[in-house]
């Protein structure tokens, strides 16, 4: 898949999104999309290089804002799940 024909494809449908003005319509389009989430399974999900450095640079400003959680925290958070 062409990754720039792509990209603007998405970008053509949040600007078609911004421009929905009945809000009928725009339910419609919205659960159609939460529908089709359901049956998207995480292995039917491409991880791309782009992305994986994407997530990778999001989690490195998190730390760098102290949004961090110790392994104390997440062990004591586990066990009520």
Avoid: H
Avoid at 7 to 32: A, H, P
Avoid at 55 to 65: C, G, L, P
Wanted: proline fraction near 1%; glycine fraction near 2%; charged fraction near 35%.
């Amino acid at each position: 898949m062409n990754t720039v024909n792509f990209r603007l494809r998405k970008m053509s449908l949040i600007e078609y999104l911004m421009g929905i003005q009945d809000e009928t319509l725009f339910k419609k389009v919205e659960n159609s999309i939460q529908e089709s989430l359901k049956s998207v399974k995480p292995e039917d999900q491409q991880l791309t290089k782009e992305k994986l450095v994407e997530r990778a640079e999001f989690s490195n400003e998190q730390i760098k804002k102290g949004f961090v959680v110790n392994q104390k925290d997440i062990e004591q958070q586990s066990e009520n799940w």
